[in-house]
């Protein structure tokens, strides 16, 4: 399985991205999908999470009602929409799939907030 994210960049605070992760391969026994971020001096902080049996999804709290996650079948894609971004959301942005857990993981996007 191989993931490739693409869409970050720098923006305002108070601005949008919408990040992409497009999945390759194997991907018959993926049940969960979901996107992490690492920001320099910080603990990683999985960010949302997807499970593709029961379609239940989870955010972290700093996100709620600010990030959307979302999939694509047709594309075998994984987005995720990010509103009214903050300077703290600033971090590399890492989709990652999995059966019971994250298996894979791509190389990362970076996300830039400015104040």
């Known amino acids: 399985v191989q993931l490739v994210e693409s869409g970050g960049g720098l923006v305002q605070a108070g601005g949008s991205l919408r990040l992409t992760c497009a999945v390759s391969?194997?991907?018959?026994?993926?049940?969960?999908m979901g996107w992490y971020r690492h920001a320099p001096g910080k603990q990683r902080e999985l960010v949302a999470t997807?499970?593709?049996?029961?379609?239940?999804?989870n955010y972290a709290e700093s996100v709620k009602g600010r990030f959307t996650i979302s999939r694509d079948n047709a594309m075998n894609t994984i987005d995720l929409q990010m509103n009214s971004l903050k300077p703290e959301d600033t971090a590399v942005y890492y989709c990652?799939?999995?059966?019971?857990?994250?298996?894979?993981w791509g190389q990362g996007t970076q996300v830039t907030v400015s104040s």
């Open positions: 990652g799939v999995g059966v019971r857990g994250f298996d894979y």
């Open positions: 391969g194997s991907t018959i026994s993926i049940n969960v």
């Open positions: 997807l499970f593709k049996e029961d379609g239940r999804i």
